[in-house]
């Protein structure tokens, strides 16, 4: 495949990239620092707007050949990525866990995402099925078909820096689309990591460089993606208030949105819970991850019977928590991102205690041997009232917040009592609960599990949520239709022109 793009600048810093180049126009840099130990890791060079505008216009030229291969061919393609990322499982999870601060199961639990959703785009590949309607008119044949949008962007987050990509780019590239993923600028290595890793899939296929972008850089970067009328879609994962900047701006140029935003999930524990696995699940939801998922278990809505019960049995769980650093194995939690996540934990704690919160479990921050990074803190459990303006928001650390309740209805207003709509979950045994938990007047959270936590949903549902969670969903069942146009075409293989409504248009 001849080089779309002009002989680039090599670099031993890496920035833009469109599939099988790096390059850069100017020494603006990001360094990236590990959570884990504090070291400086590398530095990667920040795109401009003029590297951007390249990209654009490269992916633009990819599209216009890759929207012609057949689809089931594009999942081959898609397929030997998946078996890339098999091959570098070990290597990248050590990286994700490294830049990132997850622990090592989770790190490599992340490129298991990866390699599933790749599975699953294989199998999509040829099932981009459009339906056939029955025309109210006479030798006509009326149906629908999916066509491939174009350019594809993906702003996504630094916990989950290198799944959630996939989830967005894998289905997008058997759609037809091709990508520009921007990272989060805490994490640019894992993702370039992960586009040097499709590379010679990429290459070894012929594929036109383009249909795999990377920019790098911060807010302005995820602003030119979410201003720009060439990029069909804008795929945004983050917090709550970028995405209503990118929805608001994408939607000022009718541009289309897919947003997965904050959540501020809840587990109900009914008296009718079984709490040998209720327990494991919330201190799981809580605190893995150190509680930045936009799936982590941050409310507890306890029946005020086994309430005293719980406590004891939470504050023995979260005894035998270990903390430190993740990539060794038996550690549950390792650190936050940065020292800006832990004064907002610092916040939160403050503001519990000026509200008048007790803590089950106290928090605190962590330092000396170990702990040198300034990042590690303390999970913890405070009691809480719902409507506390710091209990409505979304704060990225290990904080549970626990509520009683006296009836179903009650949990159900407490849990639906917050502007996020992500995850949900109820432990019950009683069959009743369950349905009326599942129910149209139930959970109003794109999530709603019954004994089964918050966190960790499979790859094979859509993943979203509502309210203020910004109601995108990625990943499984039908979110592929959202990578594509779709267009109802009837044809007519008659004689005569009736019109449709019974309309008689006589000339
Ligand atoms: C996220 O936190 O952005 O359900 C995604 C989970 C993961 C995905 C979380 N599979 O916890």
Not at 334 to 353: C, F, M, S, W
């Amino acid at each position: 495949m001849e080089n779309i793009l002009p002989v680039p600048q090599q670099s031993s810093k890496p920035g833009t990239s469109t599939g099988q180049q790096f390059w850069h126009s100017s020494d603006k840099t990001i360094d990236s620092y590990s959570p884990v130990d504090g070291k400086f890791i590398a530095r990667v060079y920040a795109s401009t707007r003029a590297d951007y505008d390249r990209v654009v216009e490269t992916a633009q030229a990819a599209f216009l050949q890759w929207r012609l291969v057949p689809a089931p061919k594009r999942g081959d393609i898609v397929r030997q990525m998946g078996d890339q990322f098999r091959l570098y499982k070990n290597d990248l999870g050590r990286l994700v866990s490294y830049e990132m601060g997850k622990s090592l199961q989770e790190g490599l639990g992340e490129v298991q995402e990866i390699i599933d959703i790749c599975d699953f785009a294989v199998g999509q590949s040829r099932q981009l099925y459009g339906l056939t309607m029955h025309s109210e008119r006479p030798a006509h044949r009326m149906y629908e078909q999916y066509h491939p949008l174009g350019v594809v962007g993906i702003i996504s987050a630094f916990n989950f820096p290198v799944a959630v990509w996939s989830w967005n780019a894998m289905l997008a590239f058997v759609c037809g689309d091709v990508c520009i993923w921007k990272p989060s600028e805490k994490t640019p290595l894992t993702a370039l990591a992960c586009q040097q890793i499709i590379q010679d899939v990429l290459r070894n296929n012929d594929v036109p460089e383009g249909v795999s972008c990377l920019v790098t850089g911060g807010r302005d970067a995820g602003e030119w993606l979410a201003r720009d009328p060439r990029v069909a879609l804008v795929s945004a994962t983050g917090s709550t208030r970028m995405g209503k900047a990118v929805g608001v701006a994408v939607a000022e140029r009718m541009g289309r949105s897919l947003l997965e935003l904050g959540g501020n999930n809840a587990i109900i524990v009914s008296p009718h819970a079984d709490l040998d696995i209720a327990i494991p699940a919330i201190v799981f939801g809580a605190v893995g991850t150190a509680g930045q998922r936009c799936t982590t278990t941050r409310r507890l809505i306890v029946h005020e019977s086994i309430l005293p019960e719980l406590r004891t049995r939470l504050a023995r769980a979260y005894a035998q928590l270990h903390i430190g650093d993740p990539l060794e194995m038996g550690i549950h939690v390792g650190p936050l991102i940065d020292k800006e996540a832990v004064t907002n934990y610092q916040k939160a704690i403050t503001e519990i205690r000026a509200a008048g919160g007790t803590f089950i479990v106290e928090p605190g921050v962590l330092d000396g041997t170990g702990y040198e990074s300034g990042c590690y803190v303390k999970p913890c459990v405070a009691e809480a009232r719902n409507e506390w303006p710091v209990v409505q928001r979304e704060t990225f650390a290990p904080i549970l917040y626990v509520m009683s309740y006296r009836t179903i209805d009650e949990a159900i207003a407490l849990q639906n009592g917050v502007p996020q709509g992500l995850s949900s979950a109820i432990f019950t045994l009683n069959l009743r609960e369950a349905e009326q938990f599942l129910c149209v007047a139930g959970s109003d959270c794109g999530i709603a599990n019954v004994n089964i936590g918050t966190s960790g949903a499979e790859i094979g549902g859509a993943f979203g949520g509502e309210k203020e969670t910004g109601g995108g969903r990625e990943s499984g069942s039908d979110a592929w239709k959202a990578y594509m146009r779709r267009q109802t075409n009837t044809l007519n293989y008659g004689t005569t022109m009736p019109l449709a409504q019974g309309i008689t248009f006589e000339l």
